[in-house]
């Protein structure tokens, strides 16, 4: 079967169940939203009134499938260490909220290293997250998303994924959101079959497909292995239209939740939607 749960990022105006209200409106079947604003560390504590009002839009809209991304300001390997505390707290404060909302996945970039190096900021990841899973509760998953590169950002590579995991004890609260714009100018290619199956090859043997939990769906507008994090329209940029009908298509991801991050407002995202269903084969 080809993909069931194609969704995207969705605003949140007056309320987190309005994202998913957004997102019916457009013809998702599953949803990324923000919690709080990814752009400043103080978020108000979550009302009654909008954790109700949540599970009211999952009735509405038969939605389930929805996905949290955390604060781009979270770096939990930062050298300064009154930084990494501030990150801890706050990606710490999100899985609690999620978990008062009852999303069950959240998306998190993790850290950079700034100049400490690899296995200094990877060990510091795991450290804390490992930490993070035993003080919050149970029923949210972390998710470590895939980087492009981009100066000391770490998780571009599976094998930083794969350490991670291991130095963490394999926690099964622990998994991976994989960006495919992302992953594509980390060096790894999509494009065709053969190399399509490569990639995913690489991913089973370092990671495991089961650790992969949600798929960030973007094109990129910059090149195999540039390491620059521009997104773009599905099968308008460099990855192109081949590679989003194999994932859509690929049977291990049925019910996997794939969902849109390319540039614009819903309207964009419904046109990249479309795009996507249309790539589905019966």
């Known amino acids: 079967m080809p993909a069931q ?3 995207a990022h969705m605003p949140i105006k007056g309320g987190v169940g309005n994202g998913l209200r957004a997102g019916k409106a457009i013809g998702c079947s599953a949803v990324q939203v923000f919690t709080s604003s990814p752009r400043q560390w103080y978020c108000a504590p979550v009302e009654e009134e909008k954790v109700r009002d949540f599970a009211k839009a999952r009735q509405e809209t038969g939605i389930d499938s929805v996905v949290s991304h955390d604060s781009y300001l979270v770096n939990l390997c930062a050298p300064d260490e009154a930084l990494a505390a501030k ?27 700034k100049g400490a190096g690899e296995a200094e ?46 130095q963490c004890g394999a926690p099964e609260r622990l998994g991976v959101c994989l960006d495919t714009c992302h992953v594509f100018v980390a060096g790894y290619d999509l494009r065709t ?13 370092l990671v495991g497909i089961d650790r992969l939990k949600v798929i960030h769906c973007n ?50 995202h419904k046109r990249n939607l479309d795009r996507l269903k249309a790539l589905r084969e019966a």
């Open 219 to 268: 094109d990129s507008k910059r090149e195999l292995g540039s390491r620059v994090d521009r997104h773009e329209a599905i099968g308008e940029g460099c990855l192109g239209e081949e590679a989003f009908r194999l994932l859509v298509n690929d049977p291990r991801f049925e019910r996997v939740p794939i969902l849109l991050e390319t540039p614009g407002d819903e309207q964009e």
């Open 87 to 113: 990150s801890y707290r706050a990606l710490k404060e999100e899985i609690e909220r999620c978990a008062r909302y009852g999303i069950p996945y959240v998306v998190s970039h993790m850290g950079a290293h």
């Open 121 to 166: 900021g990877l060990l510091g990841i795991a450290e804390a997250a490992r930490t993070l899973l035993d003080e919050t509760p149970d029923s949210v998953t972390l998710l470590m998303e895939t980087t492009a590169g981009q100066g000391t950002d770490l998780n571009c590579r599976f094998e930083h994924l794969a350490v991670v995991l291991e």
């Open 193 to 205: 079959p053969e190399a399509y199956e490569r990639t995913f090859a690489e991913f089973e043997r």
């Open 5 to 7: 749960l194609l969704g």
